[in-house]
């Protein structure tokens, strides 16, 4: 089973941009048919899927959240990347990554979490 671990700074000020990396050990980010998913959960709130790269590289995002996010990949470090701009206090969450073998499967492995705070 894949490992995952998130990456990037704790604190992001307003309007800035908010990057995160995920690193995966134990298998190939470009694996057959591998998803490779952002969730994030705010303070009190649910789980909230934010978007994901395939295993070939087609990127899938929340219609919610399409107009601020990025998400790429570095094959060459078996790593793949969030990037949400013009942030908000109201982005303040914990930040998961997560795959899954297939686009209808659940979430199979998770990473531990990283706590992203926005705030002046």
């Known amino acids: 089973q894949v490992q995952l671990q998130e990456s990037g700074p704790g604190l992001v000020k307003p309007s800035q941009t908010l990057s995160l990396t995920c690193t995966v050990s134990g298998g190939s980010i470009t694996t057959n048919y591998y998803y490779w998913n952002w969730i994030r959960q705010p303070p009190g709130k649910g789980l909230e899927w934010m978007g994901a790269?395939?295993?070939?590289?087609?990127?899938y995002y929340s219609p919610s959240l399409k107009s601020r996010t990025s998400i790429s990949r570095d094959t060459s470090k078996n790593q793949f990347t969030l990037q949400l701009i013009s942030v908000t206090p109201e982005d303040t969450a914990v930040y998961y990554c997560a795959s899954r073998t297939n686009w209808y499967d659940p979430f199979g492995s998770w990473g531990q979490g990283t706590q992203v705070t926005v705030s002046s």
């Open positions: 790269i395939s295993y070939n590289g087609i990127t």
